[in-house]
């Protein structure tokens, strides 16, 4: 019905840049937020950035001047520029869309993809 693909992910230097994108398919009308989580080996996820289908956005303090969130709506797409990559910030980042609603106005739900593994070597 609705699936989230991520790619960009990779192994990285300190210091480093990657962009992460995440593209919705399916019968979609409008999906209210999208966003990044990420989760570290034996640690909880946590939300990384978050942005509204209005631009809105929110960033975990860990990374707030240095990572960007940004979407494109005409494509479901939502991205994650993150620059100035720390050893810290290793994890596997998995997108959501929150709010997915389709052509009729029928509401979908929310939804995950299977995640994309950041590596950043010291």
């Known amino acids: 019905q609705v699936q989230l693909v991520e790619s960009g992910g990779g192994l990285v230097q300190a210091g480093g840049s990657l962009r992460l994108s995440c593209a919705a398919s399916g019968s979609i009308g409008s999906i209210n937020v999208m966003g990044w989580y990420r989760q570290a080996p034996g640690k909880q996820r946590e939300l990384v950035a978050h942005?509204?289908?209005?631009?809105?956005?929110s960033y975990a303090d860990s990374v707030k001047g240095r990572f960007t969130i940004s979407r494109d709506n005409a494509k479901n797409t939502v991205y994650l520029q993150m620059n100035s990559l720390k050893p810290e910030d290793r994890a596997v980042y998995s997108c959501?869309?929150?709010?997915?609603?389709?052509?009729?106005?029928?509401?979908?739900?929310?939804?995950w993809g299977q995640g994309t593994q950041v590596t950043v070597s010291s």
């Open positions: 959501n869309a929150q709010g997915v609603t389709g052509y009729s106005g029928r509401y979908y739900g929310d939804y």
């Open positions: 942005i509204s289908r209005f631009g809105s956005t």
